[in-house]
């Protein structure tokens, strides 16, 4: 018998819930759905979408939780990096997108299917990162995107769905939530032009916390490894639980503006307190720690690793190339950063750390030094500005 199954990326919501009806029934498909938590659901959550998928008559779902190997894989680089794409977007959905369809990809092979599917539209960056990681982990397998494909709008999708006897509420929500790790993404009417803020109601996280707020955060060799002294065994668990200590405050919430991979800008809010405190605490260890041209060629290549992470070029063996040269640079990114929190700000106050380079036996900035003298400086000076000079005075160039 012909080979007739096809792995489906399942969220639970219209687009994926149509797409498993018109496989199965008007295309004959064995689906088997999926879903991938990359830290963004809870059990319960979790439960609601493999009841969603069953009652739609999958042929069979698969939960799969890729948090762990999400910050493994990719995480840990964005924070080895300090990458926040345009200054500000710690690459929250972008950075999911590619760990979940590398999941998919190998639930795929497993089953031995001979197609994949997903819900994305043709309007988005997501269709680009889906396919180009499918395309690279089966090429032989057929990549199938109704929504995509046919140009449906959602009143069709539903009357579709209705026609098949499936009447659940599809209302859409006034703003479009994606949570994960790494940050939660809010789309709304205000981000879809080109000014205008979100309102308070649209965050996900409400801000309860008024008072000002001590925050310790301990790093070994880039990462992290305990919140106000408490020790983690996984740097996943410390990232959701800072997230509930300073998501309170409002802190990491912004709008990002950029370039899609399709070459239209965008706009869209976020909220990602965690990942965005992690980044600046790592940032200001690592300018204490590192050497000044080691801080100026990890910035080079972040920029590139973020934009390619983001474009979902993931798969790209330089990719792998730069994180060798990121890890390398965190042997002695450790130490303890001190914040305060605040509603909607935060500061940071300082660092303590065996390998700070700011070390008072060598003298203070600005005041005294211990490690040379006048005349070192001079002849230093000297040599230093020596071509310089000898320019100038050949050419007597006026400034």
Excluded at 142 to 158: H, N, V, Y
Excluded at 251 to 276: N, P
Excluded at 349 to 372: C, P, Q, R, T, V
Aim: net charge negative; proline share 2%.
């Amino acid at each position: 018998m012909e080979n007739n199954k096809v792995v489906l990326a399942f969220s639970g919501g219209l687009d994926t819930s149509f797409c498993v009806k018109y496989l199965s029934e008007d295309k004959g498909l064995e689906v088997h759905s999926v879903v991938v938590n990359t830290g963004g659901f809870d059990a319960e959550e979790i439960k609601r979408i493999e009841d969603r998928a069953k009652s739609l008559g999958v042929k069979s779902h698969k939960t799969i939780d890729e948090t762990d190997n999400y910050y493994e894989k990719v995480v840990r680089f964005l924070i080895f990096g300090n990458i926040l794409k345009n200054g500000s977007y710690p690459l929250s959905v972008s950075a999911e997108r590619v760990s979940q369809a590398v999941a998919i990809a190998q639930y795929a092979k497993e089953v031995g299917a001979k197609a994949i599917a997903h819900g994305s539209t043709g309007a988005g960056n997501d269709q680009v990162r889906f396919d180009m990681i499918f395309q690279t982990f089966m090429p032989e397998a057929e990549i199938i995107t109704p929504i995509r494909d046919m140009q449906l709008s959602r009143e069709a999708e539903i009357e579709y769905l209705q026609s098949k006897g499936v009447d659940w509420d599809f209302t859409k929500s006034v703003y479009s939530i994606n949570k994960g790790l790494w940050g939660t993404s809010v789309g709304g009417k205000e981000t879809l032009k080109s000014n205008g803020n979100l309102p308070e109601s649209a965050f996900p996280t409400q801000v309860t916390k008024t008072a000002a707020e001590e925050l310790k955060l301990t790093f070994e060799k880039g990462e992290i490894k305990a919140i106000n002294d408490k020790a983690y065994h996984k740097p996943a668990e410390a990232i959701l639980a800072l997230e509930k200590i300073a998501g309170p405050f409002g802190i990491g919430r912004d709008i990002h503006v950029g370039d899609t991979i399709i070459g239209i800008k965008g706009r869209v809010g976020f909220e990602a307190a965690a990942s965005v405190l992690l980044i600046k605490s790592h940032q200001a260890l690592e300018k204490h720690v590192l050497s000044k041209w080691q801080i100026y060629w990890k910035d080079q290549v972040s920029a590139f690793y973020g934009n390619w992470l983001h474009e979902g070029q993931f798969m790209d063996p330089v990719m792998r190339d730069l994180e060798a040269m990121l890890k390398s640079t965190q042997r002695n990114v450790s130490g303890d950063v001190f914040l305060t929190l605040f509603p909607y700000r935060y500061q940071v106050n300082g660092i303590e750390s065996a390998h700070d380079l700011m070390s008072a036996k060598f003298g203070h900035y600005g005041e005294m030094n211990k490690s040379w003298t006048g005349d070192d400086v001079r002849g230093f000076a000297k040599i230093f500005g020596n071509q310089n000079a000898i320019y100038h005075q050949v050419n007597e160039e006026e400034i």
